[in-house]
């Protein structure tokens, strides 16, 4: 891959929400949120209800293209994910994702349950919270 580096390109850099230190973006694909139904669309998209309710005629779901969830990585941490948000300004805010999270995805990942392709977010969440599920099962 050619290494392209121009100068004018501002790199963002995330820091561990865990041990404050630089993590890696993994170039994991982006999971948009989507919201689902007109007080959602409205609340998320910061809509007018009238814009809402017109929207949520029209379909019934709608993606988001400035919210996502991204893998990092932390040397001290290993892998997380992150849920990022870019603003007006292109400044991208990120946040630890959550299970409400990934519910809005299109990936729909169920943290609560175990599921044969379950990600590594997945099973660390199921370490966090409880140990029934059995891999060699
Ligand atoms: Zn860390």
Known sequence: MPNKRSRHTKTQKFNCPYCK???????????????QGKMEMQKGLN???KK??????????????????EEFFCENDGQ???????GEDKNIIACLAKAED????????DPERYHPSASEFTLKMSRN???SFNLSQ
């Open 52 to 69: 809402a309710s017109f929207l949520a005629n029209q379909r019934s779901t709608c993606v988001d293209n400035n919210i996502w969830i």
């Open 21 to 35: 230190e630089r993590m890696w973006r993994m170039g994991s694909p982006k999971y948009y949120l989507f919201y």
């Open 80 to 86: 997380i994910w992150m849920r990022l948000y870019r």
């Open 129 to 131: 919270t409880s140990r």
């Open 47 to 49: 809509l007018t209800s």
């Open 102 to 109: 990934w519910k809005r995805t299109t990936k729909t990942i």
